[in-house]
């Protein structure tokens, strides 16, 4: 896989980007200015959440004009990162056949958040012709190898609680059953019933102590963002009564469940939910 990296890092008043090009420096670190505001975010996240729902009435004129916008910050990241002079790295990647990686490497919240994937030169955007944009904390540089024997084993959460929006469970599930049948009886998909904190919990428990720890972890439902903490947070359901006729949410915050998986020693976990990967302007 060819792998173009940028480094980014905290500089003067804005940022230095640096291109790694296959693990070698492919130039000296250069200024890079994050342009887009509170209300650019605001207007992203409500177009690819709340309009996209829903694509009709008063909101298709502000829509097309978020739409209008999305070139234009596609084309300013990739003029960011890679002003004329400067675009051979970029051009290396584009040049090597598939699968090509380019990597958003920094902990800097404000790098992080940025659109990456909208990035666009003048044939148009980069991940329509074979790049796959990935964000990485660049303090997170040990790889440790998980040893996975077989059968692989999956813990699937599907959490739907009454007092949120439907979601059609079939849109996930049905194509990752799709994409694991080849494997046959070498992977073992176990649902989480009641799609509970707790019951996720017990869940990990029993199979480490039955020597048969889960794989995967695979959330499929809400999040959400708390400003007020700058976390994000799944919404899994309450534990209630078998009396109780509606499920009610319960906003677990990321570094709860962070924690909670770390200390099972869950290698992948999966994230299927609206903001699980929003950050605040503070981090």
């Known amino acids: 896989m060819s792998e173009l990296r940028l480094l980014f890092a905290k500089g003067g008043e804005g940022f230095t980007v640096q291109p790694i090009w296959q693990g070698d420096s492919a130039g000296e670190a250069r200024p890079f200015h994050p342009f887009l505001n509170e209300t650019d975010f605001e207007d992203l996240r409500w177009y690819l959440e709340d309009y996209m729902d829903l694509p009709d009435g008063g909101a298709v004129v502000r829509a097309e004009r978020v739409e209008h916008r999305l070139e234009d910050w596609g084309r300013r990241l990739f003029n960011e990162v890679f002003p004329v002079g400067f675009r051979e790295p970029v051009n290396s990647l584009l040049a090597d056949a ?29 991940t329509r012709r074979g790049v796959t944009v990935r964000r990485q904390l660049e303090s997170a540089k040990e790889r440790t190898p998980y040893p996975v024997g077989l059968p692989l084993r999956i813990l699937l959460i ?13 849109l996930t599930t049905r194509a990752m059953l799709d994409a694991l049948a080849p494997l046959g009886d070498d992977v073992v998909v176990d649902f989480c019933r009641p799609p509970t904190l707790a019951r996720m919990e017990e869940m990990l428990s029993a199979a480490e102590r039955q020597g048969q720890p889960y794989h995967m972890v695979h959330f499929d439902g809400h999040g959400t963002f708390q400003p007020d903490v700058e976390l994000g947070a799944l919404c899994f359901e309450k534990s209630q009564p078998q009396t109780a006729t509606k499920t009610e949410k319960d906003e677990v915050l990321a570094d709860r469940l962070g924690n909670l998986l770390a200390a099972h020693n869950i290698p992948l976990v999966i994230l299927e939910a609206c903001r699980s990967g929003q950050v605040g302007p503070r981090g």
């Open 98 to 126: 598939p699968p090509r990686l380019l990597t958003v490497a920094t902990d800097d919240t404000d790098v992080l958040r940025l659109p990456w994937e909208l990035m666009a030169d003048g044939r148009g955007p980069l």
């Open 158 to 170: 599907v959490s739907r609680p009454d007092d949120l929006g439907f979601i059609d469970p079939r």
